[in-house]
């Protein structure tokens, strides 16, 4: 392996040139003279690797997490030293909490100057050394760089995390060369060939004989549950269980399918709530939901899990039986083991409450509010999806809205910042997933909160890109509700305070006409029936499209079972004179009785 000796090669055009024979197609990222030299071999190496310049570092660190989530491949990213560099950490711990393999590759002054307080001189090896701790390292010697590279990738696919390489400026105009066969030199390779990862027969039969005892079997799925739906399927089918997804899985299964009880915890649908309180066994794939108080109580269900990653087994319940494997082999090999469960009870009650809640839905969206009920929107996005769309949602009340109320059917990908939970991802993830599927349909869904953080600004990157995808269609829908929404509704009703204005309250923009300066349709939906002309018109356009929503701040996204400690906290932020209270007992009354008084079909 490795490169004929070149004496003209430097270290950048080595780099370039390894990291397109690992298969990397692709950079986003942003220059500086920290990094030129790479830059100048990534020109030299045109047709390669397709350099993508994002307006913020950050945008490229959340655009690399996004394309390996979208595509299971290594997502690259590349700023300068000192401030772009720190610029990408917030994206680099938004892939790492979320277990994608990306590597960062940052430049850093020479050699000669480091340790001098010199300009732009940051330790970067310390700045790294928690969001890359896996693999972070400086190159210091031209030879160094061949196996910096090689293990950069490799360690990020086999721990699916953030790895980074930095490189000084110097380095990068060397002459590159291959280590020398001698004593005190590492002589590294390029393959990676995934692990079929497997539990024993042994452990299989404990979790099975789990499983066919229950008499009312849960299932929680999550993005490791990807590739194993015909699996989950089929034992859900087996043990009569419904099924219910953490955000990150939310487009694992089709909520067609008449037992996924939808998304679960604060964003999450009462049927998954009620599956959880009220089953005798659990059985977890690909996941670690964080929200223990969705989950049984301990103690009330056995419990299976199963995930590819031991250090995620028995992390949030203390499951009974822990099954280290790729999710889909273990559930194939599983399956012979699992006896179909006769009395279909459970399931029947299930099915009936997943109908239930579908019409508590609607009945929702189909509120009035002012000027429109985002749930509306949602709704009517829902059968106008087009098929294998990518969606891409925002933090924020979006998220809420994105989880509970969007129908995914099969084919369809989905992703957000999970773990990270970080504002501004949606619209850089639905660029990085353009990029890799020009002939799909991404559709971001961004609260004007992270549209003014960053999302804006990435308009500016997809209005200078757009021509070049096969389909330029890609949809950017902006909550435009003025207000921090999320948060002002978790300081109601998590902790009982009022809205404060002055941290909550939101400039007002018109997103249509921000648009359509750069270019790009921008269409402004100010009542509830231009939502659906506008949908058409935007998914029938010629160009990226965005949606500016006037949606209605006082719309609750009400957790699916509201305590009584949230009921009172929610009453005390009205009894100490929250601005908009009248607004909001109006709103939250209409989606209370909606839940509470079920419509019976
Ligand atoms: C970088 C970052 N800063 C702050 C937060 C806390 N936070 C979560 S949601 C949210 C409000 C988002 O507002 P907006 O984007 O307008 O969406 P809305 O909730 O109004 O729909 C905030 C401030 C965060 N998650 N990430
Ligand atoms: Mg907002």
């Known amino acids: ?47 390669k690797i397709d350099f993508i310049q994002t307006r913020h ?20 990213c590349m700023a300068t030293s000192g401030p772009g560099a720190i610029h990408l950490l917030n994206g680099l711990y938004d892939a790492k909490m979320d277990h994608q393999p990306v590597v960062a590759i940052v430049g850093q002054q020479a050699r000669m100057s480091m340790g001098g307080d010199y300009q732009q001189e940051v330790d970067l090896l310390s700045l790294f050394k928690d969001v890359a701790h896996e693999y972070v390292h400086m190159c210091t010697e031209p030879s160094q760089a061949r196996h910096l590279i090689d293990r950069a990738i490799r360690i990020a696919r086999t721990n699916r995390t953030v790895t980074c ?57 999550g993005a490791g549950a990807a590739g194993a739906e015909d699996e989950i399927i089929e034992v859900a089918e087996m043990l009569g269980a419904g099924v219910a997804k953490a955000l990150l899985g939310k487009a694992v299964l089709a909520d067609d399918l008449p037992f996924v009880t939808g998304s679960i915890g604060l964003l999450g649908t009462k049927p998954s709530y009620d599956l959880m309180m009220d089953c005798d066994t659990l059985l977890m794939v690909g996941t670690s939901f964080p929200y223990s108080e969705f989950l049984p109580k301990e103690g009330a269900a056995k419990a299976v899990q199963i995930d590819i990653d031991g250090r995620m087994l028995g992390l949030r319940y203390p499951t009974d039986v822990n099954l280290q494997g790729d999710s889909r082999r273990t559930l194939k090999a599983l399956i012979p083991l699992l006896v179909r469960k006769e009395d279909r009870t459970w399931r029947e009650k299930i099915e009936s409450e997943i109908t239930r809640w579908w019409k508590v839905l609607e009945a929702r969206a189909m509120k009035s509010a002012n000027p429109i009920n985002p749930q509306r929107f949602f709704w009517e996005l829902s059968p106008l999806l087009p098929d294998n769309c990518i969606l891409t949602s925002d933090s924020g009340s979006t998220a809420n809205w994105f989880a ?29 997933a353009k990029f890799a599927f020009p002939d799909r349909i991404p559709i971001a869904m961004v609260g ?101 929503l006037l949606s209605d701040p006082n719309v609750p996204p009400l957790p699916p079972h509201i305590t009584l400690k949230q009921a009172k906290d929610f009453s005390s932020s009205i009894l100490k004179g929250d601005v908009n209270a009248w607004d909001m007992i109006k709103q939250t009354y209409k989606e209370v009785v909606e839940n509470f008084l079920p419509h019976h079909s």
């Open 1 to 47: 392996m490795g490169n004929p000796i070149n004496m003209s090669q430097t270290v950048s055009d080595f780099v370039v040139e390894r990291l397109a024979s690992w298969g990397i197609k692709r950079i986003f990222g942003y220059p500086g003279d920290g990094i030129n030299g790479v830059m100048g071999a990534l020109n030299r190496a045109k047709g």
């Open 57 to 76: 570092e950050e945008m490229a660190a959340f655009m690399a997490c996004a394309h390996a989530k979208f595509t299971g491949e290594v997502g690259v």
């Open 165 to 221: 390489v930095i490189l000084p400026n110097d380095i990068q105009e060397l002459d590159f060369s291959e280590p020398p066969h001698m004593h005190g030199t590492v002589h590294t390779g390029m393959s990676y060939t995934k692990p079929e990862i497997m539990p024993s027969l042994a452990d299989l039969q404990l979790a099975a004989d789990i499983l066919n005892t229950g008499k009312k079997v849960a299932m929680l799925i």
């Open 448 to 548: 004007d909160g992270a549209m003014q953080m960053m999302g804006m600004n990435e308009l500016i990157t997809i209005s200078k890109y757009y021509r070049r995808w096969s389909d330029p269609r890609m949809l950017i829908i902006v909550l435009n509700n003025q207000d921090l929404n999320q948060v002002t509704w978790e300081q109601r009703v998590m902790s009982g305070d009022p809205k404060y204005e002055a941290s909550q309250d939101l400039p007002g923009l018109n997103y249509a006409a921000y648009a359509q300066l750069l270019g790009l349709e921008g269409i402004r939906i100010e009542k509830e029936d231009e939502i659906g002309p506008a949908l058409q018109t935007a998914l029938n356009a010629r160009r990226p499209v965005v949606l500016d």
């Open 404 to 432: 509970r109320d969007l129908r995914v059917r099969k084919g369809m990908k989905a992703s957000l910042s999970g773990n990270l939970a970080t504002m501004t991802p949606g619209v850089p993830y639905a660029i990085a």
